[in-house]
């Protein structure tokens, strides 16, 4: 079983970066995907991008062109970089991982965009 460790969430104001990163208790090199998905108050878990093996990318279109996901799989580790943050993307965070068909989920870190 794969576990999954977010951290660096926190509090940023409007406008604001944040960097995401997700530590994996084994080697990455056998999971084809990895990613972030991120769910509201009163709303469904979204995607927000994921990083497969080949270091393709995929993106919702709302987080699209101020956002980059990285997969370090000597650190086994993946990495959301977020910019120009706003209200909208106030979530908790979460890292997901697929290996050999199986879904594993990070226990999620709180973001909050407030001023």
């Known amino acids: 079983q794969v576990q999954l460790v977010e951290s660096g969430g926190g509090l940023v104001q409007p406008g604001g970066s944040l960097r995401l990163s997700c530590s994996a208790s084994?080697?990455?090199?056998?999971?084809?995907?990895m990613g972030w998905y991120r769910q509201a108050p009163g709303k469904q878990r979204e995607l927000v991008a994921t990083v497969t093996s080949a270091l393709s990318t995929n993106y919702a279109a709302s987080v699209k062109g101020r956002s980059t996901i990285s997969r370090d799989n000597g650190r086994n580790t993946v990495t959301l970089q977020m910019n120009s943050l706003a209200l909208e993307d106030t979530a908790v965070y979460y890292c997901?991982?697929?290996?050999?068909?199986?879904?594993?989920w990070g226990q999620g870190t709180q973001v909050t965009v407030s001023s």
């Open positions: 997901y991982a697929v290996r050999r068909g199986l879904g594993y």
């Open positions: 084994e080697s990455i090199y056998s999971i084809e995907s």
